[in-house]
């Protein structure tokens, strides 16, 4: 997630923050390499923007951390994540985009052009900029969960699920990502728990239907994760209190999987860009603009309702065209 490290060196005019080092001017920004990043970089390329592109800690953003993708258009046999994004990457590049690692640590709109300050030590004037940042996943917030982060909890059962063949493991969430990743492990280790703190879940009929279906996975309703248990070694167990019977539960897991929703990343642009309570930048309806006159949002950091590629990928083709008209009413 993109984090504000203010600098030391202080530049009087503004009283903003300018790092040292090189100073580079674009028409087109865009911060982020998911599929929204990586449509609005086809589309401004093809419209002669010559986009910078920096791809954030995570290049190719959340899909790289799934496995089969069944519902984006164009790949009749379904496809892996990682491989649709490198695919996306490809398109820009081949079509001009100039991709680049690095992640956007601090940003200025407080005039034009604007300032966008790379890994602390770079800044890229721009004319436009496209937010196209994402979302990250969500912990639960105990001190356990975070000491055995990397030690058996992990948010990404497609990457870690690997270290727990045969074994047995618990996914917390009730949502669509809850289920997808618990059926998934269920694939793989001996038996897995799924622990839904409401007497229902929130997931698609389609995907409760999945979760009914596996025999190795067993839904615990009711229950509230209270601590993460292990020990040199990393998790070993969870403990549960289980609110219908109103008492404590251990279950022996050897992986705690986090599944219950993203954050959107949009931290170091709070300052200059409206959004809402839980920080998805607001964007005027049936555009990708901000409040902010040529910076636009597209993607997760924009959409908390839809969060689809296809429509991340849709939402990255609005904003490259409303920057592209932007400039173009400019000139
Ligand atoms: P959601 O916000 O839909 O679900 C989050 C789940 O986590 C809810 O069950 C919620 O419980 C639970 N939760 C939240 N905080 C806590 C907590 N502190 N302790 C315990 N449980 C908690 O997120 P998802 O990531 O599942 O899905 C996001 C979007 O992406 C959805 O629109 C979904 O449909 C979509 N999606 C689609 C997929 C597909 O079509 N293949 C795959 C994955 C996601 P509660 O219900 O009680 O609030």
Known sequence: MALFKPMDNIDESNEKPV????????????????????????????????????????PGGQLTTTTEVENFPGYPEGITGPEMMEDFRKQAERIGADIRFGMATSADFSAKPYKVVIDGNKTVEADTVIIATGATAKYLGLESEQKYRG????????????FYRGKDVAVVGGGDTAAEEATYLAGICKKVYLIIRK???????AMQARVDRTENLKVLYEHVTKEVLGDDSGVNGVLLQNNKENKE??????????????????????????????GYINTIPGTSK??????????????????????????????????????????
């Open 151 to 162: 030690q058996g909890v992990s948010a990404c059962a497609t990457c870690d699920g690997f």
């Open 249 to 278: 539960v251990k279950i022996d897991v050897d992986g705690f999987f986090v599944a219950i929703g993203h954050k959107p990343n949009s931290d170091i642009f709070k300052e200059f860009i409206e959004m809402d309570e839980t």
């Open 19 to 58: 790092p040292e080092g090189k100073m580079e001017k674009t028409r087109c920004l865009i911060i982020g390499s998911g599929p929204a990043g990586y449509t609005a970089a086809i589309y401004a390329s093809r419209a002669n923007l010559n986009p910078i592109v920096y791809q954030g800690l995570e």
């Open 199 to 205: 007497d229902y879940m929130r997931a698609s009929k």
């Open 290 to 331: 901000t409040n902010v006159e040529g910076v636009f949002a597209c993607g997760d950091v924009q959409d908390n309702h839809y969060r689809q590629a296809i429509t991340a990928a849709g939402s990255g083709c609005m904003a490259a065209l409303d920057a592209e008209k932007y400039l173009g009413e400019q000139e």
